[in-house]
Structure formats: C-alpha cells, structure tokens
C-alpha cells in the first residue's frame, strides 16, 4: 500500500508512511502527520498493536472507527480529510483522527447582541452542529453533507427543518450545490455568491451570520441554513430585505423601544443613502426648502468655499470613505488614533480651511453613523455605495432627480428575488404551493 | 460594444437636460422683503425696492444687514430683471416671504402688482402681503435693533412663529389673490407703519374691492372683524358697566352667520357665543351675580358689531363674503347669474347680531 500512496503524492516530508510488525503479524500505516492527531494515532494503532493485550487482527475487524476503504481512488481523499490507512492482512483500513484547528467556541464579535446568546458559530462543523442542534432540539432537522471546490474539497452541510422547509427552494439549493464548478472556496461570501450566481448584484440576496439564534429561527421559519468548514459563518437563504434590517435583539427587548429602534433604522438608512444628494440639490437648486436662518447661515458658512457644492461633498466623502476603509484594515490599537486624527482634526480643519461648509461635516457624519446603523454588515457595505449614484443625478436634476433615483432603487429592489422569493415583500406569507405573480422563473 | 457606445452617449447626453438651473446657495442673493410703490412719472409708474439679505455664518441679536435696491420702472418685471443688474449674484424670491404695496398705488390698482406675483415661479404663496404708509421704501429703510437676520421683524409679526396678534390681520398671497378674483368675496390688506426709525405698527386693516383700498379700519374694528370673520381667540371685549370699563379676555369664540329672506328684505343674522375672563372689572365683582354684566357686554358687543357690519356694507365692499355664501346657496343656469342677483340685495341688506358672552371666571382666586 505505501508504494502506490508514494506514488500518488508529491514529496512531502509531513508524508507518515510506517511499517510495523510485532512478530504476530505486519501492518503498513500512513497518515499525513499534521492533518492528524498524533495521540489518537498511537492511541488506537501504535500501542494496542505494540502491547499485543488483545489480537490486533480482532480489533481491527471489531471496533467500528476502522473503516475498510478497498477503493484504491478514495485513498487520496482520505489522507487528506485526515484519516490514517492500515494494512494488515491485505485488507486497507481506515481511521478518522483529524486534528482541526479552529477558534474555542468563539464570542459573537460582529453582530454583537447584549443580551441574548454571546456564542458565535465555530470554524468546526461539529462544534456549530452542537450549537445549532442544541438551540433546535427536533427531530425533523436534517443535515446534508456536501463537497465544493474541486481541489479545496471543502465540506459544507445544508440544515433544514425537514417538515417546514420550502421543497422548491431546498431542490434549488441542492441543483445549485452540486453544479457548482469552482477550484477553492474559502469563505462564506464565496459560496454566497457562488449560490446566487449573479457576478454584479447590488443587494446582498442571501444572509451571512455567525449567531445560532438567528439561525435556528430561521430553521424554525423554514429556510435553508448552508454552514462551511472553517468559516465561523453561516449562510440563511432565502432573505429578504428585512431580515437585514432586523437585529436579534429585537426579539429579545421591550416591544415599543424595539419598534423605535427597527423605524430609527429605516431612517437612518433612507438619510445615508440620500442626504448627500440631498444636500446638493437643496443648496444649489432649492434652497427655499430650508427656513430662512438656515439658508442664511449656510449661505455664510458656505461663501468661503470655492468650490461648487458636489465638489465639497465628494471631498468629505472621500474623507469619510477613506476613514471608514483605513479604520476597518488596521489593527485595534491604531485603528482608534486613526478616527481621531480624521474624525476631529481632518474635519474641523477642512472647514477652517474653507474646504468644506460647516453643514457639510454634519451632513458627512451623519452619512456615516447613520450607515453603521444597519445590523448586518453586508447590507451596510451594499448601503456605503447607493449614495454615489443619487449624488450625479443630483448634480444634474436636483430634487427631482433624487426622488426618480430612490424610485428606481426601490424598483430595482421589488424586482429582485431570493432563490425565487420576492426580496421586497412586506406582507403576507408566501405559501410553498402558491406562486407569485411575476416571479422569475427557476433555472 | 456598439450599444455600450450608444448607451454612454445617451447618458452623457441626458445629464445636460436639467440646464442651468445648478446656482450654489452662496450664488444668490436672498430677497426678504419687496416694495413696490407708485411713482409720480408716467413713463415709469413702479418703484421697486428690494430688501437683500447679507448672509453671514453666526446669527444674532441685531447683527442683521441688508442691502437695499430701489429702481423705477415700467413694469414690475422689467424693474426687477434691470436690478439684476445692479448686483453680483443671481436674485431669488424663495425667501421672500413679505411684500409691502405702498399706500398709494394700493389706493390707485393693484392688479398689475398681483398678475405678477402670481405668475412669478419662485414667489411662494404663503408669502404675506400688507400695505405700507405712507410708502414701501421708506418702510423698508426701518432697522429694527432685536432683528437677528434681516426681514425677522416682519416675518415673526405676521407668522405663527412670533407674536399672535389681534389688531394684526394675515394675508397671504394665495388668500389675497383668492379674494382678489372671487366674487362676493373681497380682499383686505394689513397696514404697516413705521412707528421710528426702528420699529413697526401693524394695528390697521384696509378693505379693498377688486382694484383699490376703499375704507381703513381702526384698531378696534380691526380686532372686531377678526373676531366675526374668523372666530379669532386671543382678543379681548370691551364694554362699560355702571360707569366702569370692563375689559375681558376671550378664551374661547364662535360665530357664525345665517341669511334668511324676510319679505323683500335679507336679514344677515349673526351669532356669536364667547367665553370670557374678567381682566378689567369693577372692584367687588367677586360676589355679585355675573349674569347682568354678562348681558351688558353683550348688548354692548352686539351694538359695536352691527355698526361695524353696516359700515363695511355702505361702503360697497364685502370682506365677509356674504355674496359667495349667497352664490352658493342660490342655482342659477348661469354662473353670473346669482352675482347679479346679489348685487342690489347687499346694499339693502339688514344686519343683526346677537352676541351670548359667558364669563369664565374673573381671573382672580379669593
């Protein structure tokens, strides 16, 4: 067996390739040392077969973790997902013992909650398995194991409630997984968009989360979970553009203060995405929109500066945008002094400089905060670049250009679909059975 | 690649449909108050002064500057396109939110002044209209000392904002205007004067027909017609008893009209129902029965309006706009026909009011 595992790989010093004999009988082990677990190894053949208490032959044939694996294609597969082969009497075995390494049952960390569960998923299968099976303690769950990539053979498994899942989507998702064609996946947003197929989308259509509440009430509303190896995160599909806008804590605080918080959200995200276009169109085509003292102060504020009015707000935005990207990539330590130094200093001096109106540094912040509102970062990424283009129409069409823009955008949105789902829906639940009109059809 | 081409082409083209309406707001030049009077040439019959405000970043008690332009002209288009001349940046009427008639074209016809306002886009309609005396210009030169921005004094006497005045009547253009061209309904005007060189008087009101002022009212028929018209709360009434004058507050008003024919006559009944509180009132009315104050103050506020109704009525005009309840009750095939109807009725029309004033209380606590 060694001879032909030599031939199959690469040089490799990690390589193990053992031949023991105890005078009772010869076996051939290979492993490939650090995708195993090194105790487990000399636990279950190192040193039973050196102690000779019980006939090694019988364990072999008795104990269930040896696996016979007579297919000489399947070797490769299994040293690499970290088993350990044996042959002893012409009959090759194999042993799981991988060692993963992967965070200890990780904190939340980015969709932090203060009271609710404060576990995140974890880069082990198993270990978000026990998570979401311990949350969702049914029967009816069922998990599916799948492989994609064909040389990163990463393992991924699709959690369903099995009663309440939706059949045409689960068959979807199914199609999807296995014609999928691609070399590596790494991450959850790979295979997220891997999943909805279209390269250029401007919403995200399918949610990523590391918290198990979320999903097991997902589970429990009948969705699809897809969980992958070494990523702490999870993709729930399908979404809707108010599972965005929704925070778990919403289920666990005060009903009114919840209900503020989910309209506060709404807000926010209707002034970052139009405030800057707003501002221009106001300033340089309505400025009888404001009241009086404030046309006038930002008339004064504003004579210093030379430039036109889309001039400043792409100057403060490209500030802020710079800001935002310099501060995530940093470390902890400096990222703060990075927030400062722009933050106060670059803004209070853009505007003594006369680069910037005062209003405008409100406007920027605003724009700013007003995006961090947003509970899930993918949605708060997709908000960040909806400014832009309402900021040319502005430009050239004022008032009335912003409100066509938005009118696009939210047009664009009820045309979306998530797995077959209307994204924009608001009312009423989609019976499995009953179509919708107008919907897309399936590939 | 050929329709990528086309559709860049398209876009590009596209962004230059909007023109050039893009003028920073540092680019203009905020009017806050117009004028507009009369002048003694012929050639050119308007003077048009302009208040422009002088925008500055802190806002404060009596820092307001203000720049005025004053030229004369054929027409009040004309004289405003020729002052864009005079300054450097664009003109914008989206904050001018008073227009002053001086007296004296308000007295000859103001219905070019009111074509014009009309059509003009950028001239809002809730901007108030008033008559100036004895001229625009000259009003316009008073520099109120609290005025934290330019036009402030004028804008809070006659918004919600500032103070709630009775002797203080509101017209907004689209109100004025409304009058201007209904019929049976016409227009009236407050009446600002210049107390000094630093504030205002607006305690009188001109009703005028479908061209010029025809009678002024005093401060006392000012708030009268107010309390009639519009049920306005935040008055006062005024009577005397046994000798002393009792001054009350009105908390709470309501009138209302009908008009009922009686033989060959029209009777135009008033009825006004008001709650009181005593502000100005004999000594020791704590004890005493109200109820004879109360039908004095109404005897006497019934007196005072009914000779208010017939004045305005002998003057010819109609600020109440008995005539449009007229047209409204009365079909007709025609739509002049009920108007003409009216017409030689008002003049013979009989007026009475019966007041009911109820008093609340006389503001002291024994």
């Known amino acids: 067996m060694n001879e032909r595992i030599r031939l199959m790989f690469a040089e490799a010093v990690d390589m193990k390739l053992e031949e023991l004999s105890n005078g009772e009988m010869t076996i051939q082990v290979a492993y490939i040392a650090p995708m195993c677990e090194e105790k487990m190894i000399a636990d279950f053949i190192f040193v039973p077969f050196a102690k000779r208490e019980q006939p090694y032959r019988e364990q072999l044939r008795t104990i269930v973790e040896y696996k016979v694996a007579d297919d000489v294609a399947k070797w490769r597969d299994l040293l690499l997902r970290g088993n350990a082969l044996i042959e002893a009497d012409g009959i090759v075995y194999s042993l799981y013992a991988a060692r993963i390494i992967c965070n200890e049952s990780p904190q939340t ?14 880069e082990d299968l198993t270990k978000s398995l026990n998570l979401i099976r311990s949350m969702y303690q049914s029967a009816d769950l069922s998990v599916e ?80 979970v897809i969980l992958m190896k070494s990523s702490m995160f999870a993709i729930i599909l399908p979404a809707t553009f108010f599972d965005f806008m929704h925070a778990v804590e919403d289920h666990y605080e005060a009903f009114w203060m919840t209900r503020f918080l989910i309209f506060l ?13 707003l501002y221009i169109s106001i300033v340089s085509y309505n400025p ?17 500066v030379p430039y036109p009015s889309f001039i400043e707000v792409f100057i403060m935005l490209f500030m802020i945008e710079t800001l935002i990207e310099a501060s995530i990539r940093l470390p902890r330590y400096i990222g703060s002094t990075a927030t400062t130094v722009g933050g106060l200093i670059l803004g209070q001096a853009a505007q003594q400089a006369g680069l910037v109106s005062s209003i405008m540094i409100i406007v920027t912040s605003v724009v700013a905060i007003a995006n961090f509102v947003i509970p899930v970062s993918s949605l708060s990424f997709a908000v960040r670049f909806l400014k832009y283009p309402l900021i040319i129409i502005a430009i050239f069409f004022g008032i009335s250009g912003v409100a066509v823009g938005v009118f696009v955008y939210i047009t664009y949105l009820c045309n979306l679909r998530s797995f077959g789902k209307p994204y924009f829906r608001i009312f009423g639940r989609l019976q499995p059975t009953e179509g919708d009109i107008g919907q897309v059809k399936l590939k | 690649m050929r329709n990528v081409f086309c559709c860049v082409i398209l876009l590009v083209t596209v962004c230059f449909l909007g023109g050039c309406g ?22 050119k019959p308007y003077r048009i ?166 009678m002024v009212l005093s401060p006392e028929e000012t708030q009268l017609f107010a309390q009639l018209a519009e049920s306005y709360p935040k008055s006062s009434v005024r009577g005397t008893y046994e000798d002393t004058q009792v001054v009350a507050a009105v908390s709470d008003i309501r009138s209302k009209y009908r008009m009922t024919t009686q033989g060959a006559k029209t009777v135009i009944a008033f009825k006004v129902k008001m709650s009181v509180v005593l502000e100005d009132a004999p000594e020791n009315l704590y004890k005493q029965e109200w109820a004879s104050i109360e039908k004095k103050l109404s005897e006497d506020y019934s007196r005072q309006a009914e000779e208010l109704l017939r004045k305005i009525q002998q003057a010819g005009v109609d600020p109440f706009g008995f005539g449009l309840r007229y047209r409204a009750n009365h079909h007709s095939n025609n739509p002049n026909e009920a108007y003409e109807k009216w017409l030689p009725i008002y003049p013979g029309a009989d007026f009475k009011v019966n007041a009911k004033v109820n008093i609340e209380g006389t503001g002291l606590i024994q």
């Open chain 2, 22 to 43: 893009f003028k920073d707001i540092d680019k203009r030049f905020f009017v806050v108050a117009t004028g507009i009077d009369k002048t003694d040439n012929e050639q």
């Open chain 1, 265 to 277: 959200r709404y807000t926010s995200i209707l002034l970052t995405i139009t405030l800057p276009a």
């Open chain 1, 145 to 224: 194991e799948h492989t994609i990539g064909s040389v990163s053979k990463t393992p991924i498994m699709v959690v369903f409630d099995q009663r309440r899942v939706d059949p045409t989507i689960l068959d979807n998702v199914r199609t999807k997984i296995t014609t999928i064609h691609v070399e590596m996946v790494n991450a959850a947003g790979e295979l997220d968009k891997l999943l909805i197929g279209k390269r250029k989308h401007l919403f995200p259509t399918v949610l990523i989360t590391e918290r198990p509440d979320r999903i097991s009430k997902a589970i429990a509303k009948g969705k699809v």
């Open chain 1, 109 to 122: 960390q980015v969709e932090s909650a203060i009271q609710g569960p404060q576990l995140a998923l974890s």
């Open chain 1, 288 to 304: 009888e929109l404001f009241r009086v003292q404030l046309a006038f102060s930002i008339a004064g504020s504003r004579s210093a």
């Open chain 2, 49 to 214: 002064t302009l208040q422009l405000a002088l925008p500055s970043p802190k806002i404060e008690p009596g820092a307001s500057k203000a720049q005025l332009e004053t030229i004369d002209a054929s027409s009040i288009a004309e004289g405003v396109r020729m002052l864009k001349s005079h300054v450097d940046k664009e003109l914008d009427f989206g904050h001018c939110k008073i227009f002053l008639v001086g007296e004296e074209l308000a007295r000859s016809d103001y219905s070019g002044m009111l074509q014009w306002m009309r059509r003009r886009r950028d001239i809002q309609s809730v901007a108030d209209i008033a008559v100036a005396k004895p001229d625009a210009q000259a009003l316009l030169g008073v520099k109120p000392v609290s005025e934290r921005y330019p036009g402030n004094t004028l804008f809070l006497s006659f918004g919600a904002d500032g103070t709630d005045s009775p002797y203080t009547y509101v017209q907004p253009l689209s109100e004025f205007s409304k009058r201007a061209f209904e019929k049976g309904l016409d227009p009236l005007l407050p009446i600002i004067i210049p107390d000094s060189k630093e504030s205002y008087i607006i305690n009188r009101t001109a009703l005028l027909n479908k061209n010029k002022i025809i």
